[in-house]
T-cell receptor, first 113, second 112 residues
Framework: DGGITQSPKYLFRKEGQNVTLSCEQN?????MYWYRQDPGQGLRLIYY???????QKGDIAEGYSVSREKKESFPLTVTSAQKNPTAFYLC????????????FGEGSRLTVL | RKEVEQDPGPFNVPEGATVAFNCTYS??????FFWYRQDCRKEPKLLMS???SGNEDGRFTAQLNRASQYISLLIRDSKLSDSATYLC?????????????FGQGTTLQVKP
């Protein structure tokens, strides 16, 4: 079945450690996105990529890094520079064409201890 | 002013009620609009796109008002299963690619 897979679902990290969240899609979508969601809040855009080997900062990119070496993969690294990393992280890819629908993974819940 | 704004609610309504949510956006060049539904601790899922002429899907009706820069979602005959957070999503700019901006969501609680 086509879809987006995020891993891990739950992750615990000590302060000062970097952690990488995986996002893989087999939908053949060009555009991929990373969002962060805090309790009771909407989604805020961290980074997005419209094509392989290219990505742009979203609204809250500080303390995060991404790569897009393959169409299928868009990993997000949460670095120790991110001051409040505990959050729900959602990866999405976007359907091309007029609708532009976003398809989300199930999310990764990161807790920093 | 936030780029996309919604009344966070919560909206508490009885089963069978009609409820409407509004969402305002700041970028007049935006061309694509969506309503997503998010259940507690789950990923958002597309409920419906919003077309210029308005569109309906069963009990759900979406409308776009470009002059006033808002979109709306009307839910008729509310069901218990409609309880969720409804997210307004707007494409930033005129291109159909690029940034999709989310509102903070409106929480709906349908009670028996």
């Amino acid at each position: 079945d086509g879809g987006i897979t995020q891993s891990p679902k739950y992750l615990f990290r000590k302060e000062g450690q970097n952690v990488t969240l995986s996002c893989e899609q087999n939908l053949n979508h060009d555009a991929m996105y990373w969002y962060r969601q805090d309790p009771g809040q909407g989604l805020r855009l961290i980074y997005y990529s419209q094509i392989v080997n290219d990505f742009q900062k979203g609204d809250i990119a500080e303390g995060y890094s991404v790569s897009r070496e393959k169409k299928e993969s868009f990993p997000l690294t949460v670095t120790s520079a991110q001051k409040n990393p505990t959050a729900f992280y959602l990866c999405a890819s976007r359907h091309p064409g007029n609708t532009g629908e976003l398809f989300f993974g199930e999310g990764s819940r990161l807790t920093v201890l | 002013r936030k780029e996309v704004e919604q009344d966070p609610g919560p909206f508490n309504v009885p089963e069978g009620a009609t409820v409407a949510f509004n969402c305002t956006y700041s970028n007049s060049a935006s061309q694509s609009f969506f309503w997503y539904r998010q259940d507690c601790r789950k990923e958002p899922k597309l409920l419906m796109s919003v077309y210029s002429s308005g569109n309906e899907d069963g009990r759900f009706t979406a409308q776009l008002n470009r002059a006033s820069q808002y979109i709306s979602l009307l839910i008729r005959d509310s069901k218990l299963s409609d309880s969720a957070t409804y997210l307004c999503v707007v494409n930033k700019g005129s291109s159909n690619t690029g940034k999709l901006i989310f509102g903070q969501g409106t929480t709906l609680q349908v009670k028996p």
